[in-house]
């Protein structure tokens, strides 16, 4: 019986090692095959494309009559922070030129009696020839300082803190919808009007020595 089981044994010893020595064999083929799967896969696998470049043509703000118009190629493709910078500032000059519109007609209607003078250009009491009157250099002399603080204010404090993702974007407190494509669009067609028609009412006062009311014939 001992040396039947002795040879019975040794058999059975070797047969494990060899069957474990097998199964790690296979492992190691079975993931070496895995990984060349996974890195053929990882090369097949098409490649996400890249992003284009920024276009300013297919931004807020081309549309008909003149589409995309910049005939001094200011707006670069590829250059989103010189056209939002550039964007920012035309808003900003739009927005006032719309107040400055406004006032150019109300203070036609509003204002402080005063005596004619003459000049020596063409300037209307109501409207440019305002600064050259006392009360007029007065009051811009007394609102100077307070404006340009404020104006310190937000362009330096408030601005940069409100910025939205759109460029003159500081967000809608009336709840009117005023980051729609199509108001946005509004806005800058009305900015760039504004724009125009002050420098035409400046010019035309420089000329006429009426306001802007008076040169439609009021």
């Known amino acids: 019986a001992g040396p039947g089981a002795s040879l019975w044994r040794a058999p059975t010893s ?3 090692a060899a069957t474990a020595a097998a199964g ?5 083929t079975k993931a ?3 990984r060349a799967a996974a890195a053929k896969a990882k090369v097949a696998a098409p490649k996400k494309p890249p992003r284009p ?7 807020v703000g081309a549309m008909p009559p003149l589409g995309y118009w ?9 250059d989103e922070v010189g056209f939002r910078r550039r964007r920012d500032l035309e808003l900003k000059h739009g927005r006032v030129a719309m107040l400055a519109a406004v006032g150019l007609i109300v203070q036609h209607f509003i204002h402080m009696d005063v005596p004619e003078f003459e000049f020596y250009v063409k300037l209307a009491p109501y409207s440019l020839g305002a600064i050259t009157l006392f009360y007029g250099s007065l009051g811009f002399g ?6 340009f603080v404020l104006s310190f204010v937000l362009e330096l404090v408030w601005a940069p803190a409100n910025q939205r993702r759109e460029p003159g974007d500081y967000g809608d407190p009336l709840r009117i919808g ?3 494509e199509s108001m946005r669009n509004a806005e800058l ?13 400046f010019a035309a006062e420089l000329a006429t020595g009426k306001d802007g009311v008076q040169q439609l014939g009021f």
């Open 14 to 16: 070797a047969m494990r």
């Open 24 to 28: 790690t064999s296979d492992t190691k």
């Open 32 to 34: 070496r095959k895995k």
């Open 53 to 59: 470049p920024f276009d300013p043509s297919t931004q």
């Open 70 to 78: 910049d005939p001094l190629g200011l707006s670069k493709v590829g």
């Open 142 to 147: 007394t609102i100077l300082g307070p404006l």
């Open 178 to 180: 005023m980051n729609t």
């Open 189 to 201: 067609v009305n900015g760039r009007f504004a724009m125009i028609s002050v420098m035409g009412i």
